[in-house]
């Protein structure tokens, strides 16, 4: 259900909850699925005791994946032409996180899209940008 | 990294749409996928970065025979003499930043190749990590015919020390 540029303002957010409780499980599953297999991401008793980290925390691909899906579901399918972002505080398991686009700029058949996540406590772990066709 | 062959597999797409919690029939399901406007499978817009899977000299793979560094008997499997985890331990740091440009919709079928190129480095000094090392590359992931299907680009960081928490991380 693409977006139609006459239905949006500047200012329109669409917000989504992405993942609640994040499992240690489905970051194993996101190594397995994009091939890095970092073991930062894995491997408890590396990253507590080699790299000095509390705990093993997602891929910020995974974040950005997750984020996408908001981003996809509000714009329609096939029609980001830009996504970026940038990983701003990492991501533990259990972290429960929500994404939101705000609408920045319509016109020309694009419209044009601040990208935020936050986590459980409000803290921004990815901050972005998105362009996607718009009818 | 430079990958010859990224084949585009509709198996690879449902694992990795999985992965990141997004069933949608449009990475899952190719019936209910030739209804949507795409007109039939397509990958979901972070998919390219497991183009990994594909370069054979990827360093965040183990690799029979080879040394790895996570842990085994012992808490890694490589002994270095450096101080601290480096933040990124020995992989290659952490990932700062990540931006796509899409031309067109990627496609089981697509056999895709990738080619980055180095770009600018620089230096900040960190409140929480110390002094950080930025690099960026470009990848372009071009199709069969040559075209320009992504362009990705990526910038990572390497850290002097882990990066200190706000608070303690509860799991």
Redesign the interface.
């Known amino acids: 259900m693409?977006l139609k540029a006459s239905q949006l303002k500047i200012g329109d957010t669409h917000s989504a909850r992405?993942?609640e409780d994040l499992k240690r499980t489905?970051i194993v599953?996101?190594a397995?699925?994009?091939?890095?297999?970092?073991?930062?991401h894995?491997?408890e008793?590396?990253?507590t005791?080699?790299?000095?980290?509390?705990?093993v925390?997602a891929?910020?691909?995974?974040t950005?994946?997750?984020t996408?899906?908001m981003?996809?579901?509000y714009v329609?399918?096939?029609r980001?032409?830009?996504?970026?972002?940038?990983?701003t505080s990492?991501v533990?398991?259990?972290d429960t996180l929500d994404a939101t686009a705000t609408v920045t700029e319509v016109g020309g058949g694009i419209a044009k899209f601040d990208v935020k996540t936050v986590n459980q406590?409000g803290?921004e772990v990815l901050s972005g940008y998105a362009e996607a066709r718009v009818d | 990294m430079a990958v010859k062959d990224f084949p585009v597999e509709a198996s690879h797409i449902l694992m990795f749409a999985r992965s990141i919690g997004d069933e949608n029939v449009v990475y899952t399901d190719a019936e209910a996928a030739k209804q949507t406007e795409a007109g039939g499978i397509i990958a979901p817009p972070t998919f390219v970065q497991a183009s990994a899977q594909f370069d054979p000299d990827y360093v965040l793979r183990p690799k029979p025979g080879q040394p790895w560094f996570g842990s085994g008997g012992k808490a890694t499997g490589i002994t270095r003499a450096t101080s601290g985890g480096g933040g990124g331990g020995n992989g290659g740091g952490l990932h700062a930043e990540q931006h796509y440009e899409y031309h067109r919709p990627v496609r089981p079928g697509d056999v895709l190749t990738a080619k980055t190129f180095p770009g600018k480095t620089w230096e900040k000094e960190g409140k929480r990590s110390g002094k950080l090392v930025f690099s960026e590359s470009v990848t372009e992931y071009r199709d069969q015919k040559g075209e320009l299907v992504v362009t990705a680009r990526g910038v990572g960081v390497r850290t002097e020390r882990p990066v200190e928490q706000p608070a303690p991380a509860k799991a």
């Open positions: 693409p992405l993942v489905q599953q996101y397995g699925s994009s091939g890095d297999y970092n073991p930062l894995t491997d008793i590396f990253t005791q080699v790299a000095g980290y509390p705990s925390f891929h910020g691909m995974l950005m994946g997750m996408g899906k981003l996809t579901d329609g399918d096939a980001l032409t830009k996504y970026g972002v940038r990983f990492q533990w398991p259990g406590n803290v």
